[in-house]
């Protein structure tokens, strides 16, 4: 059940400049975590600022738990909302320890909210020398704080802005973890916005793409890096190979071997077959398999990023175990174990 609408909604910063978002329908469900990703001025953070109510919309409508809180030209105040909210600086209040920031956005006053703080901060792993001030703590127990004082005083929904972007590689990892499975657990509904695909592929139930302030496209992660809606966005979710064929009766003849596929039947000349660097698989002979030449390998330590060249030098990337030896100009055999076939024209 949708525990948050929006219809239409529509935002122009000035009217020389294009819509920062334009047109957004979506619907949030209860419990789930939505990724919003794009590029620098895709529209994502103004429009999680446009959920929060810090920014307003031109047009449409915002519905959060069955109230309207954007509608025709009404719009209910950020500080009536029922929306936390964690800043991609955290926006800890440097003045007040651990204690009294969670504390802070709690309605109940006194025990009650000490108790309600405390509940959070225990939530979150934070449980001793509450007294710290924000500048005594690391960047990690920094954002842990953040994240329990916007859930302390039990919003409907969530908003994350850049919630992992200040977090080293490592630490990152662990706290993307950590907080899915707080935010599961506490069965909130949250929204983050991120420019990493990482983040969202990994913490999100949905993940919406947009482009230019339009969505592409909303779906699972899966889906959306296995089955993209266009080629921005499977782009956006990391490199992607595409060779031109030529369909026949029985496959389809490219620039690197033919490629046996009874799809072939469904076109009638040329296609573009898409991929995957990770969907090659490497054969012993040219036995039933594709040829190239190695141009460069890069090691990244879990693997290896090959570049393969056909004879007129296009080239095309495939994801290699790390301990396999390349040699630079030597022939490989490879199929491709999943693609997807278009026409070129």
């Known amino acids: 059940m949708g525990i948050l609408r929006l219809q239409g909604i529509a935002k122009q910063y000035s009217k020389s400049e294009e819509y920062a978002v334009k047109n957004i329908s979506l619907a949030v469900n209860e419990g789930e975590i939505l990724a919003l990703v794009g590029a620098s001025g895709s529209g994502k953070t103004t429009l999680l600022r446009l959920i929060s109510g810090l920014e307003h919309p031109d047009s449409g409508a915002i519905v959060l738990a069955g109230k309207e809180l954007v509608a025709k030209n009404r719009s209910v105040p950020a500080n009536k909302r029922k929306v936390g909210m964690v800043f991609q600086d955290y926006a800890l209040f440097p003045h007040l320890n651990i204690l009294e920031n969670v504390c802070f956005g709690i309605r109940e006053s006194g025990r009650e909210a000490e108790k309600l ?192 060249s056909d004879e007129s030098g296009k080239f095309i990337y495939v994801r290699a175990s790390p301990s396999r030896h390349f040699v630079i100009g030597s022939s490989v055999f490879f199929t491709i174990r999943s693609f997807k076939a278009e026409d070129a024209y």
């Open 117 to 308: 703080a405390r509940e959070s901060l225990d939530l979150v792993g934070i449980t001793d020398n509450l007294r710290k001030y924000p500048h005594q703590l690391s960047g990690g127990q920094q954002q842990r704080v953040a994240f329990a004082r916007a859930i302390a005083p039990n919003p409907a929904i969530l908003l994350l802005d850049e919630p992992f972007s200040n977090l080293d590689a490592m630490l990152k990892d662990q706290v993307r973890e950590e907080m899915r499975q707080i935010i599961k657990r506490t069965g909130i509904t949250a929204i983050f916005v991120t420019h990493d695909t990482r983040d969202a592929l990994s913490t999100a139930d949905r993940v919406a793409i947009l482009h230019k302030g339009q969505l592409q496209q909303v779906d699972t992660p899966r889906n959306l890096y296995e089955r993209p809606v266009n080629s921005y966005v499977a782009n956006f979710f990391g490199r992607r190979n595409q060779i031109l064929a030529t369909a026949t009766e029985d496959g389809f003849y490219s620039s690197f071997g033919f490629i046996a596929d009874e799809r072939s039947r469904s076109f009638q000349n040329k296609v573009r077959i898409l991929f995957r660097p990770e969907e090659i698989r490497f054969k012993k002979s040219l036995k039933q398999a594709l040829i190239g030449t190695v141009l460069h390998s890069a090691y990244f330590g879990d693997h290896q990023m090959v570049k393969l």
